[in-house]
């Protein structure tokens, strides 16, 4: 296992694939930007990743509660995550950094438990980047093992039940924001009841919904499978969700990739997790569905170039349209990107 940065570069580099390709039009709807101690993630490392053959356009920041504000109300402080990414957006944008557009679009944290209070937060935000400011997620990941982390907001088990949740979630739709939900696949239903209580509201489903596979749930990926097959179908029934199709190859998820000699090749990839994409997809259709590289998270076991080997031949069987829904426009729409790269 690759401890360090430098450990992770050689570890990354057993494993170099051409693009498969190169010329397909790619948004990529999931990334995150840090600069933690020995974890830097910043425009020169996305940058890395997105310029290795594949033709990335644009891609969108999601929320990792990055350069909060030091001081003012608590509230507030998830502010500093847009204004720092707004500016890092603004640097991509000058065009003095290449062809693609860095966070073009911009998915922040708003503590929606504030119920009605939280309309100034959401204000904010739209006020720190008003081009490019999309929408909240607010994670609900919870599972009462130990071996399972929590998400990163400390939310409770029924956080998307919650009254004050839903009151302050009610705030989306009225200023035009959109919601991404991240939990795990136990908790799926919350957010089919959620979507069906706000069928106005677009909902964001990140990395399938969180199939678990470490702890109390290794070993039983055949009946996960199943469980995970019959609230996607359930899910799919709400028109107001679209799905995110990534963030599988985490610790979480269990196949282990981190603790192997070499990282996979996108044959292996593919072959290990071709059913969940293929039946989201059958489920949501391509119009809502759409790649994405969850990264640097999903860096932890694979590299970006061959990531994206694996989501071309796993929708190698797709019709033209279809994969330019699937690599590019539904993001496009979701996210409401109007980019001249993007025709």
């Known amino acids: 296992m690759a401890n360090t940065e430098h450990e992770r570069e050689a570890w990354l580099a057993k494993v170099s694939e051409a693009p498969l390709e190169p010329d397909l039009p790619i948004v990529d709807p999931h990334h995150h930007l840090w600069d933690h101690p020995g ?7 996305i940058l890395r990743d997105t310029n290795t053959g594949h033709r990335v356009l644009a891609t969108v920041f999601v929320e990792c509660m990055s350069m909060y504000r030091a001081d003012g109300a608590e509230s507030m402080r998830p502010v500093g995550e847009t204004e720092f990414v707004n500016g890092i957006a603004a640097q991509s944008a000058s065009g003095q950094y290449g062809d693609t557009r860095i966070a073009a679009g911009i998915v922040s944290f708003a503590d929606l438990t504030l119920g ?20 909240i997620r607010h994670a609900g990941g919870f599972d009462e093992s130990p071996d399972v982390r929590n998400s990163h907001t400390n939310p ?13 979630f009610a705030r989306l739709r009225e200023l035009g924001l959109s919601f991404e939900a991240w939990q795990y696949h136990p908790q799926m239903p919350m957010v089919t009841a959620l979507a069906k209580a706000f069928p106005d509201t677009t909902i964001v489903l990140n990395h399938f919904g969180g199939p ?21 179908a359930e899910l799919a029934r709400c ?35 071709r059913d969940y994409y293929l039946h989201a997809i059958d489920k949501f259709g391509p119009r809502r569905c759409m790649f994405e590289s969850n990264f640097p998270v999903d860096r932890v076991s694979c590299s970006y170039a061959v990531l994206w080997n694996a989501f071309k031949k796993i929708a190698a069987g797709f019709t033209k349209d279809e994969k330019a829904q699937l690599f590019r426009r539904t993001a496009a729409e979701v996210y409401r990107l109007k980019l001249p790269n993007l025709s």
């Not at 409770?156 to 302050?168: I, M, S």
């Open 116 to 135: 009605e209070a939280v309309t100034p937060v959401l204000e904010a935000h739209i006020a720190a980047a008003p081009a490019r400011f999309r929408g």
């Open 239 to 273: 028109p107001n969700v679209v799905v995110k199709l990534g963030g599988i190859n985490m610790p979480v998820n269990g196949f282990g990739w981190h603790r192997k000699p070499s990282p996979p090749t996108s044959d292996e990839l593919a072959s290990a997790t």
């Open 156 to 168: 409770p088990a029924d956080l998307y039940d919650l009254t004050k949740f839903r009151e302050g």
């Open 39 to 45: 974890s830097r993630y910043m425009l020169d490392e």
């Open 212 to 232: 678990l596979g470490i702890g109390p749930y290794e070993g039983r990926r055949a009946e996960i499978f199943a469980e995970w097959k019959k609230n996607i």
